[in-house]
Structures are given as C-alpha cells and as structure tokens.
C-alpha cells in the first residue's frame, strides 16, 4: 500500500512539458490498433496522447506507439463510441529537449548582450488516465417468483505510462460487486455475497531497446492470451527489433473470484517475432508452451500459436490455436498424447473503401483440468464444437452504415447444424443533427428449438459530451420437441450527463414483460474520468 501511495505521489507532481496540436484523421483501424493519416513530418512523436472527435463530442482517447515519416498507430485507452475511418483526431505532441535548445540559440544569437543562464526544466512524459465508478443495479421481479435482486458495484481502471519519464508503467483493472437476493432459486444460490475481481494488477518496463524487459504482478500477455492469467512475474529478452523470447512463472489465480492460488503454479516460455515496412503492413506471431500443475500432478500443458498480418485498407489475418499434451492422467481420460482443443481462422478484405467482408472459422472442444479429474466420463462434455461465419460490412453516403452476417455451427459430426444469422442499419444525422438510428435483427435455428430477435435504438448527441437514448426490442422463440414457446418484450430509456471536473452521471431505466420476465429494471452510476 506504501508503493501505491509513494507512486500517485509522484504522478501527481510530475511536470508537464509544452504541448502543441497536430489535427489528423483517422486514415484505417485494426483489431488493436487505430492508424492517423500523419506521423513524424507531423510532429508526432512516440507517446504523444491523442483524441478522436465526431460532432464535436470526445468518443474515444489514444495513445501513440509507433510512428512513421507520413503515418502513426495508436492503441485505444478509452472509447465511448465506435472510432470509424475518417474522424477527426486531435494528438497532443510534446515539443521536444531538441527543438526547445534550437528556438533558445536562436533567441540568443538576436541579442548582443549575452543574456543570463536559465536553467531549463526537464519535461515529464508521465501520463495517467482511467477512470472510477460507484453504480447500483436493481431489479424489482413483477412476476410470481419475486426474484427480486439488488447489485451495488464498485470499478477502477487505471494506466500509468512513462513513470519516472522512462517505459515504467502500471496497469489496473479491479472490479467489486456485492449480490443481495431477496428469493433464491435454490439452496446453493446464498442470499447475499460478494465477489471481488482483480483483473490486472501489473507493473512493467517495456523499452523495446532495453535488452530486457519485465511484467510483475497479476498479467494478461495480449501476445499469448491462450495461457490466460498468471500472478508472477514475465520476463522478456529483446534479441534485436524483429525477434523477443522470455519466460514467465507464477501462479494461476482462482477463476471465479479471482483469489490467489498459491497451490496451483504455472510458467513456461514464449518466442515473439514481429515484422513490416511500416504501419502499413505488420506481421506478428507468437509461440508459446505453457504448463499448470496442482502440486507433482498435471492440470493442464498446451502449446499456443498466435499469428496475425494486416495491410492498411486491403486485407487483414489472424490465427489462434491451442494443442493441449496429454500426459498422466488426462492421457488416460483423453486416450491421446495430443488434442487439438482451439483454433480460430479470421480474414477481412476491403472490396472498396466503404466495404469489407469477414470469413472466420473457429472449432473448439473442453478439456480437462485438475477439478475433473475425478469427474465420470460421462458427466464431461467432451462434444467437438465448430462454425463458420461471414459478415459483409458497407458504409455509404458518409452516414450510413449496413451490416449483414450469417454463420452455421455444429457439436458433433451427427448433430444438426445450427444456423444463424444477423443484420442492421446505423445512420447518423436523422432529420436533427447529432440524432441517430440503429436497427438490429437476429434469427436462429437448430435441432432443439428456433428463435429471432430484433432491437431499434434512437440516440441523440448533446453539446458537451451528453447524449440521452431509447430503445425498445423482443425476442421470440420456439421449442420444436414440445410445440411451446415464449415472447419477451422490453423498453429502455439510457441518459448520460457529463458533469464539471470530469464526473459523469450515467445509467437506464428498463421495463421488461413477456412470457419469462416481467419487472422493472434500474441502473445508476457515478463516475470520473481522468
């Protein structure tokens, strides 16, 4: 508690260094990053914050990580609204050690008299965002099983990057919720509880010219994400630019509560090789081998593959796979040495400017861990699942935006295929300026049962960051065994209210009724943004 007070100590003192804008646009945007239309010749430099503006409202803050001659990626740190190509984008720049030293000669030179030494304060690159919230959830059940049920909840984010003015940073994400139940469906459902959920709690060195780099605390590699969540502690060699192995070693916290579990160790080893001209075109892959154990005996042991390739506004690739090995006594309950339990395929194409399609397969099958080792075969689902889907994307007339998506999934070569598919419409500046329109439709079918769901939503955007909306939608489905069914309705009434000194007062109003839920749902949350 001593460190984290010494170190928002610290960051409350920093001192921050001239600052001067570049207006950009956003010229591409990736699944984790967003690409501007400038870069160095811009001034933009590595670091620099950045915001992303649509009718005159903050929908989304970024940070700059790479940068070329014409161009700049970013990644996103808070985001309130769909970023789209072509918004306008304001980037915060420092003016550098360098050009400061070059505008004092000058100056110097005009003067005959030779002017008195000032001593020139060193910039802060520091920067802390996040934000904090306070919300409380409530449902009052109309129907006749009163599930009557009450939500407060507590949430912090938290990023703090150039700590000390070097790649120091410190990541959290934590989140608290306490139940209050006035009926139960069961004995096992406790009438109240809470449950505390630590997401990321880290802090790194992440100089990619630093020989080596390191992540402590509660982390999540966006690298190797198949390995999941580790408290311990990562440590990466950066051979040269392009090529970065390192290890990692810890322990894998309780999933559900996100408790520590000391009797449950994880580690293992990763190479990372990452590739490309410029922001335009990248290439990124990842190899890793994990292994989890419950004291001598195994829980889980994989290697992961995670592979992805994108040029700016023509196409883009990404592979994940997870191939568990099967040793003791999951050989025993698998009957193989190896299992393929994931993989998933995606690729875009951009067929013009305003629109791409999307083609991804996934197959996925559960797999055994230290808990169900005792389990009867036939109680575990060991059932292959896979799927296939394809989404067309086109946006025209600068405010309109259409989707349209259809896929097929089976469990089991024998089972039914189950078949779905979705579609909307987004458009903006609806008769008023700032008002908009969304449409959504779904629909399903499988062996069991069939069902459709659909939603119109009614936004308007207010000067100075408030927007108020309504909603209303239903879903409706039919069991083919039983020749029954149910229809739900609901209305929503959502307000935002941004309020001085970065607070804001959020939350809906929601009335529910149909066939299975009939109440009154409210939410209100209390937040500040920093």
């Known amino acids: 508690m001593k460190k984290i007070i010494v170190i928002i100590y610290i960051l409350l003192l920093s001192v921050y260094a001239e600052v001067k804008t570049v207006q950009l646009t956003v010229s591409y945007i990736s699944a984790k990053h967003v690409y501007l239309s400038g870069g160095k010749k811009q001034g933009v430099q590595t670091g620099d914050s950045a915001k992303?503006?649509?009718?005159?409202?903050?929908?989304?803050?970024?940070?700059?990580?790479?940068?070329?001659?014409?161009?700049?990626?970013?990644?996103?740190?808070?985001?309130?609204?769909?970023?789209?190509?072509?918004?306008?984008?304001?980037?915060?720049t420092q003016t550098t050690d360098k050009e400061k030293e070059i505008s004092t000669k000058t100056q110097i030179t005009k003067k005959n008299t030779p002017p008195k030494k000032k001593r020139l304060r060193?910039?802060?690159?520091?920067?802390?965002?996040?934000?904090?919230?306070?919300?409380?959830?409530?449902?009052?059940?109309?129907?006749?099983?009163?599930?009557?049920?009450?939500?407060?909840?507590?949430?912090?984010?938290?990023?703090?990057?150039?700590?000390?003015?070097?790649?120091?940073?410190?990541?959290?994400?934590?989140?608290?919720?306490?139940?209050?139940r006035a009926n139960r469906s069961s004995s096992l459902v406790p009438a109240t509880e809470w449950r505390n959920r630590l997401y990321v709690f880290s802090f790194s060195y992440a100089d990619p010219k630093s020989v080596i780099n390191f992540k402590a605390g509660r982390i999540l590699s966006n690298a190797f994400s198949g390995v999941g969540y580790i408290d311990g502690l990562q440590l990466q060699h950066n051979i040269c630019a392009r090529w970065q192995w390192g290890v990692f070693a810890g322990f894998q916290p309780e999933l559900v509560y996100s408790r520590v579990q000391t009797n449950r160790r994880k580690y293992g080893l990763y190479l990372h090789y990452v590739g490309g001209k410029d922001t335009a075109q990248r290439f990124e892959s990842t190899f890793a081998a994990s292994g989890e154990y419950e004291g001598s005996t195994v829980s889980r042991e994989l290697i992961y593959l995670?592979?992805?390739?994108?040029?700016?506004?023509?196409?883009?690739?990404?592979?994940?796979?997870?191939?568990?090995?099967?040793?003791?006594?999951?050989?025993?309950?698998?009957?193989?040495?190896?299992?393929?339990?994931?993989?998933?395929?995606?690729?875009?194409?951009?067929?013009?400017?305003?629109?791409?399609?999307?083609?991804?397969?996934?197959?996925?099958?559960?797999?055994?861990?230290?808990?169900?080792?005792?389990?009867?075969?036939?109680?575990?689902?060991?059932?292959?699942?896979?799927?296939?889907?394809?989404?067309?994307?086109?946006?025209?007339?600068?405010?309109?935006?259409?989707?349209?998506?259809?896929?097929?999934?089976?469990?089991?070569?024998?089972?039914?295929?189950?078949?779905?598919?979705?579609?909307?419409?987004?458009?903006?500046?609806?008769?008023?300026?700032?008002?908009?329109?969304?449409?959504?439709?779904?629909?399903?079918?499988?062996?069991?049962?069939?069902?459709?769901?659909?939603?119109?939503?009614?936004?308007?955007?207010?000067?100075?960051?408030?927007?108020?909306?309504?909603?209303?939608?239903?879903?409706?489905?039919r069991l083919r065994n039983y020749d029954s069914g149910g229809l739900n309705r609901w209305a929503r009434a959502n307000i935002l209210f941004q309020l001085p000194f970065n607070f804001n007062i959020n939350g809906y109003y929601e009335y529910d009724w149909g066939s299975d839920v009939n109440g009154h749902r409210f939410l209100t949350e209390i937040g500040y943004t920093f």
């Open 122 to 180: 060193k910039k802060s690159l520091t920067r802390v965002s996040g934000s904090v919230g306070l919300q409380w959830y409530r449902f009052i059940d109309t129907g006749e099983r009163a599930y009557n049920f009450s939500q407060p909840a507590l949430h912090l984010n938290l990023r703090a990057r150039k700590l000390w003015n070097k790649d120091y940073n410190l990541r959290v994400r934590f989140r608290s919720r306490y139940y209050e």
């Open 52 to 92: 992303v503006n649509r009718d005159g409202k903050t929908i989304a803050e970024l940070q700059v990580v790479f940068t070329a001659d014409g161009s700049a990626s970013c990644k996103i740190l808070r985001q309130r609204a769909a970023i789209r190509s072509g918004d306008k984008v304001v980037v915060y």
């Open 306 to 477: 995670q592979s992805s390739y994108y040029e700016t506004g023509r196409w883009n690739l990404y592979q994940s796979m997870e191939l568990d090995l099967n040793r003791q006594w999951r050989k025993e309950k698998t009957g193989k040495e190896v299992s393929l339990t994931s993989l998933y395929l995606s690729g875009q194409i951009w067929l013009s400017k305003g629109m791409s399609a999307t083609l991804s397969y996934d197959n996925r099958r559960n797999y055994y861990i230290y808990e169900y080792r005792t389990l009867a075969d036939s109680l575990f689902d060991d059932a292959f699942r896979q799927g296939l889907r394809l989404r067309f994307n086109y946006r025209f007339l600068k405010n309109y935006r259409f989707y349209l998506s259809g896929g097929l999934r089976q469990r089991d070569a024998e089972e039914r295929l189950t078949y779905s598919y979705s579609g909307g419409i987004f458009v903006r500046n609806v008769l008023l300026r700032r008002f908009s329109v969304n449409a959504r439709a779904a629909a399903f079918t499988n062996l069991y049962n069939r069902g459709v769901t659909y939603s119109v939503r009614l936004y308007q955007y207010l000067r100075g960051g408030h927007n108020v909306s309504l909603a209303f939608g239903a879903n409706e489905y």
